[in-house]
């Protein structure tokens, strides 16, 4: 009967290999793209709640619809039609609000969860300005983005009652 023996420095080597080439595969699969957009959404529906409890603390719900334009080298769902709900918990309209997104472009869409902060400051005559930041995550995605995965940060403003705009950038792979 023939007995195949490896040295200890043969076994390690076997090992070193057969990860590496486990984990390089797994890296190049999940090569990450990096995107970047400006959103422009319009308000088409809010429905706001006082407390009661605390001055100036309200719930609101809101639904936002608009477009989706691609600034960064690799054409993200440019030209995407976006819509946005949202929740927002705040006092005196400062707080913590979240929600999901949905890109849409043909026969692709993506669908993101979202969570950040709101900031309100009175500007000149007492005019209340309002701007928010926050991180993102893709959950799920169909046609070219089905399996979606990856993440990224948003800041935006709102430049007038019903009306905001998102500056965004992440990364994401598909699985």
Request: proline fraction near 1%.
């Amino acid at each position: 009967m023939f007995r195949f023996k490896m040295n200890t420095l043969t076994k390690f080597s076997f090992c070193f290999v057969l990860v590496y080439s486990v984990v390089s595969l797994d890296a190049i699969a999940q090569q990450m793209t990096k995107i970047s957009g400006k959103m422009t959404l319009a308000n088409i529906e809010r429905q706001a709640y006082e407390s009661g409890y605390t001055e100036g603390h309200s719930l609101a719900l809101s639904q936002a619809e608009g477009i989706n334009i691609s600034t960064g080298t690799n054409a993200f769902m440019d030209k995407a039609q976006v819509v946005n709900f949202s929740f927002s918990d705040l006092i005196k309209g400062n707080g913590p609000y979240q929600g999901y997104i949905k890109l849409v472009k043909q026969n692709d869409a993506v669908y993101c969860k979202w969570q950040g902060n709101i900031k309100t400051v009175l500007g000149d005559g007492g005019v209340p300005i309002t701007s928010f930041e926050g991180t993102f995550s893709y959950v799920n995605g169909s046609g070219a983005f089905k399996n979606i995965q990856g993440k990224g940060t948003f800041r935006g403003s709102f430049i007038s009652k019903t009306i905001h705009t998102v500056d965004w950038e992440g990364e994401y792979s598909i699985k």
